[in-house]
């Protein structure tokens, strides 16, 4: 029954609904007549203000007879409506194609017409405001392009006069321009466009040439372009869109109001209007376009990156200036470092970095890609051909016939500058090693990412170590030259014929004097680790040397060899003392060991010389186990043997063998130079002498004499050194 009652009244509310939206339809559709033809009287009168509001109007009346396309009235309707769009994008396009030709002098309202007719434009499609912007920067830039490809100003020289063209025009067109909107970029928009164009032409003009451009000229051109892409990055580039300052709430009042709808989409155009004209009044920094589009636009190399390709001329130019400045560095080098000075640097190294790095920040200044990278090869070659400078610096050996005819083919003679200036050349190549890497990691930071793997110095850097490993080297042989001398002299003494044991001889004294001289002033000028290899290399040599030179003296007496003993000792307490003479004893523990080895071979030698001749063979193979026949040989013929008595102790050499076995390495004790070797027992063997009882005794068991007078003495000489305060035995037993 309820469902009965209630049937006509639903039938009532749906009629109502019905009639409602039919009137409310025809309503519109009335509305809509009425705007088009309105519009079309606008557009044929050119009135844009009041058209671009009533395109707005039409725009959204159109929107909701989206489903009545079908409908001959309504597609009539939106057919003429396109129509009038058409003519008067057709008539804004008609009018400002006279903007710039002087007629907005002469016709005073041409620019409040012109800017009522970006109205039009903004309510019109995208696609026109698009096209129009596009045309009119064109047009703009059509004298340009006729100026600057002529004969006369398409040169590279003239490259600067394009961006005074640019910016005076922009400059001169400032306030006609104003007629645009901030949120059309047209500013923006013909600099992208003036930009694209001088790249194009500044191409040909590079290409075109016959031959490579000058220099200068191109690193002007190169600079003023730079400068110029900052300009434009700084005015545009840092900018955001502006915010406009209107108020887009739309009363939406979907009531009885309908026949306000136009009127408000007016109004609020007209809001839009009053608000575009008093933000472009308040503008502060006329230099500083805040409405550049969000995505933004790199200028930075827009236009600069086309001459990369030719800046081979510059590199070439920096590595001639730079391989210059080299040899004027290397010519104007003194080879000494002023007093107080804190590193022992040659300046020649610094000034080079100086140059280099000014070098670096002139082409970072111009390009961060290729050429850098090429720069950066340059930097490797000038650096290596000053580690070649350095390495040709450092003293050279003897060579040729004369040098082969007097003995010293291949021996480095040093004098006390020369071991200053190898100092200073190690020092100099560690200075370079370390500020070359440093310069690879600033060049690193700032090169295109493309090229960082690239950037690597460490070829420079092994070419500076290998100065540094052979000036140290060649130290080292300078000293072995200035020993060698004594070497010689120590030769010379004619050992034999000693009368008796005296101070220590003047060879040892010069070789005392020698190092006292050196010594202080490397220790003084090389760092810890470069004397360390120092100290290592020259242990490593004079040692040995001192040894092999024992071989080279003649007949040497029990009285000789006594006093070559005492000098031993003296001369391994020279070189113990080395670290402590440089004031460098942290890392001498290696160095301390090796001399005492070395030195301990020479004193057991002429303890060899010193033994009996009956038990010479036994004594040889128990303190030299290492010993050859031939040293053996020579230890015989140093004694004063003649071949027939040489000949049956050789006999008896060979028939034990060369040396003594020895237990193994980790439980043999080293020969300590002070005191007799340790007992050792060799069931092969016919025995092992261990001390000066032991020989005397061997000797004895023999049957071939009583052990010599001369070693008898020797012995009691040694013991009875033990107990005395000063003498020239003393010293053997203060090690």
């Known amino acids: 029954m309820v469902q009965e009652i209630c049937r006509d009244i639903k039938k009532l509310d749906f009629a109502k609904k019905h009639i409602t939206t039919t009137i409310t339809a025809l309503h519109r559709l009335t509305m809509l007549v009425s705007a ?57 396009f008609s009018d400002f194609s006279s903007l710039g030709t002087g007629k907005e002098s002469e016709e005073t309202n041409l620019l409040q017409q012109l800017s009522d007719a970006c109205l039009v434009v903004d309510a019109l499609e995208p696609s026109v405001r698009e096209e129009l912007v596009n045309t009119f920067c064109s047009r703009e830039l059509t004298s340009y392009e006729q100026i600057f490809e002529g004969a006369e100003l398409a040169k590279l020289d003239k490259t600067e006069r394009r961006y005074a063209w640019i910016k005076r025009r922009i400059r001169t067109n400032e306030e006609i321009w104003k007629i645009f909107p901030s949120s059309w970029h047209v500013p923006y928009r013909l600099c992208i466009l003036f930009c694209k164009k001088t790249r194009k032409q500044i191409e040909d003009i590079l290409s075109s040439m016959q031959e490579k451009p000058e220099v200068g000229t191109l690193l002007l051109a190169l600079q003023r372009t730079l400068e110029f892409e900052d300009e434009l990055a700084e005015k545009f580039g840092g900018g955001t869109r502006s915010k406009e300052i209107v108020n887009d709430k739309e009363d939406s009042d979907t009531g009885d109001n309908n026949s306000q709808i136009v009127l408000d989409i007016r109004k609020k155009y007209e809001r839009k209007l009053a608000a575009h004209q008093g933000a472009e009044t308040e503008e502060k920094d006329i230099h500083k376009d805040l409405s550049v589009p969000g995505a933004g636009f790199n200028f930075r190399g827009i236009i ?222 090389l760092s810890s680790i470069y004397f360390q290899f120092f100290l290592d290399k020259l242990a490593s040599s004079l040692g040995p040397r001192f040894f092999s030179n024992i071989f080279k003296c003649r007949q040497i007496s029990e009285t000789g060899a006594q006093q070559m003993l005492l000098d031993t000792q003296a001369i391994k307490t020279i070189l113990l003392d080395i670290p402590s003479l440089a004031r460098q004893t942290s890392s001498a523990a290696n160095y301390t060991k090796f001399v005492s080895r070395e030195m301990s071979k020479a004193e057991a030698l002429l303890k060899v010389i010193l033994s009996p001749v009956d038990s010479v063979a036994d004594t040889y193979r ?114």
Request: glycine fraction near 6%.
């Open 304 to 525: 600069s990156s086309c001459f990369e390709p030719h800046l081979t001329v510059y590199i070439e130019l920096e590595e001639k200036t730079l391989m210059e400045h080299l040899e004027k560095l290397i010519q104007e080098e003194t080879w000494d470092i002023e007093e107080g000075s804190q590193n022992n640097v040659l300046s020649s190294s610094m000034q080079l970095f100086l140059i280099i790095k000014r070098s670096l920040k002139r082409c970072s200044a111009l390009t961060k890609n290729q050429t850098l990278f090429n720069l950066f090869k340059v930097f490797q070659r000038v650096l290596k051909a000053y580690a070649t400078k350095l390495y040709a610096k450092l003293p050279k050996g003897g060579s040729g016939i004369v040098a082969a005819a007097t003995g010293i083919d291949g021996q480095i003679k040093t004098s006390d500058r020369d071991e200053r200036i190898i100092c200073y050349i190690v020092n100099s190549a560690e200075y370079c090693h370390k500020t070359s890497g440093e310069l690879a990691e600033s060049i690193s930071k700032i090169i295109d990412p493309q090229f960082t793997d690239g950037v690597d110095m460490t070829e420079v850097q092994d070419e500076f170590s290998a100065v540094i490993t052979k000036a140290l080297v060649t130290l080292v042989h300078g000293l072995e030259t200035k020993f060698d001398i004594e070497m010689a002299a120590m030769t010379r003494i004619p050992w034999n014929t000693l009368e008796s044991v005296g101070d220590q001889s003047g060879y040892v004294n010069n070789i005392n004097l020698m190092l006292n001289n050196s010594i202080p002033v490397l220790g003084s000028l």
């Open 36 to 92: 088009i033809d309105q519009l079309q009287v606008m557009a044929s009168k050119r009135h844009y203000k009041e058209a671009a509001a009533q395109l707005e109007a039409v725009n959204q009346l159109c929107s909701h007879f989206e489903a009545y396309r079908d409908i001959p009235k309504i597609t009539e309707l939106r057919e003429k409506f396109k129509n009038i769009k058409q003519i008067l994008k057709s008539h804004v």
């Open 622 to 735: 128990a303190l030299l186990p290492e010993g050859t026949p031939m040293e053996f040989q020579r230890v015989l013929e140093l004694k004063g043997l003649k071949k027939a008595d040489q000949q049956s102790i050789l006999d008896d050499f060979n028939k034990h063998g060369p040396g003594i076995t020895q237990p193994p390495a980790s439980v043999a004790p080293a020969v300590a130079p002070a005191a007799p070797p340790p007992a050792l027992l060799n069931a092969a063997s016919a025995g092992f002498i261990a001390s000066g009882e032991d020989v005397l005794t061997r000797a004895a068991a023999l049957g071939r004499g009583a052990a010599s007078t001369g070693f008898k003495r020797f012995l009691a000489l040694t013991e009875a050194a033990k107990d005395r305060k000063d003498g020239p035995f003393r010293k053997l037993f203060n090690a």
